[in-house]
C-alpha cells in the first residue's frame, strides 16, 4: 500500500495531527476489525472457541518471531514491559559483591527492578549522560567482571537517544555478563534483528511503535538460555503438556522447555488478536524504519532552522526533543489546535510514525 492508502486506515490522521507514538499509538482500521473480531467470537462462542484461541496465540507468536528474526521458543507473551522487566532481575542470580548496571535516562520501568535488587544486596551502577548522550567510554568504566546485567533501552523515552547494541552487547560479553534491552521505544519503528543484534532478553510493550494494545507485550529470551532460569513465577501454563492439566505429573511436573514456561496462566487473547494484525498491518509498508527516520531527521533539520534548540542527539532514531519555556503548557495548546505531541526533558517531544507527513511537521512548526 502507498502512504495515501496507509492513511485512510488510520482514522486519528483525519482528527489530529497526531506525532504521539512514543506515548500511545492510534489503532488502524485492520487492527480494530481483528479486536472485534475477537470479542464477537468471545461473546457468541466463549470456552467453545477457546483451542482456536489458542492456535491463534502460535500464529502470533510465529508473526513476531519472524518480525525479530528470532524463533518461537524464545517468545512469551506477557502483560507489559515492566513485567518482563521484573521476570529477568528476579530470575537472575546474584552473589556478594554483584552489580546490575543501568542508566540515568531510563524510564522508571526499566530503573526501579534493578534498583530494588539493593535490598538483596545488589550494587546499582548508573550511567549518566553527558548532554543527552550516553557514551560507550562510560559504559566501559563501570561494567566489570561483577556486573551480572546490563540494561538499557534501545532508544530513550525522553530525548531519543539510540544506544549502540552492538557494542554494549559485545561489552557484556567480554565481561560474561547478561544484556537486557528495553525497546519499546524502536520495535515498530526500527529494525529490530536478535541475531544480528544478541541480547540475552528484552521486554517490550506493544501499544507505541508496534500500533497495537495496552496490556500485551512481547518477552524474548535467547535459545541457549531457556533452560538455565527458572520461572519466578508459576502456573498452568508453564507446563509443557498444559492442555492434559487434569492428569499431569504432581510429583515431577514437566515444565516447558520454551519461553511458554514463563506465561503462568491464560493469556491475554484480547491482545494478542490485536497484536497480529498490527504486525500484519505494519509488514503492508516495507520502508518503515527508512520513513521513521527521514521524518526525525527532517524534523530536526527544521527545528535548527528556526533556531530551537534540539536536545536529540544525532544518534537518534523516531523521537525528536527541543527545547522550549513551558513546555506543558505549550503542549496544551497544541492539542487545543489538533496538534498531539508530548512534554519531556524540559522540551516537547514528537514522535512522527511512517504514516505522517512533512506537511504535518511543518503545521507544528507554523503553530510553534
Known sequence: MNLDEIRELIPTSKKYT?????????????VQEAQRKYLEERSLEAEVAFDSWLEHAEETRQLIAEFINASCEEIAFLKNTSEGINLVANMLTYQKGDNVVTTDLEFPSNYMPWLDLQRKGVELKVVKNKEGKLLYEDFEKVVDDNTTCLAVSHVEFATGFKNDLNALSELCRDHNAYFFVDPIQSLGALTLNVQETPMDFFSSGCYKWLMSELGISVFYIRKELIDTFHPPDIGWFSLKD????????????????????????????????????????????????????????????????EGFTVQTPQEHAGIVNFKVKKSKELVEKLKKKGIIVSSRAGGIRVSAHFWNTTEELETLLRNL
Open 18 to 30: 497526531y506525532m504521539n507514538h512514543a506515548a500511545c499509538a492510534p489503532l488502524p482500521i485492520p
Open 242 to 305: 498444559y492442555e492434559n492439566y487434569e492428569n499431569f505429573d504432581k510429583e515431577n511436573p514437566e515444565i516447558a522447555d520454551t519461553a511458554r514456561k514463563f506465561e503462568c496462566g491464560n493469556l491475554n487473547f484480547y491482545g494478542i488478536y490485536t497484536l497480529y494484525a498490527s504486525l500484519q498491518f505494519l509488514n503492508t509498508f516495507p520502508t518503515v524504519e527508512q520513513r521513521v527516520m527521514e521524518l526525525s531527521t527532517y524534523l530536526m533539520d527544521r527545528l535548527t532552522e
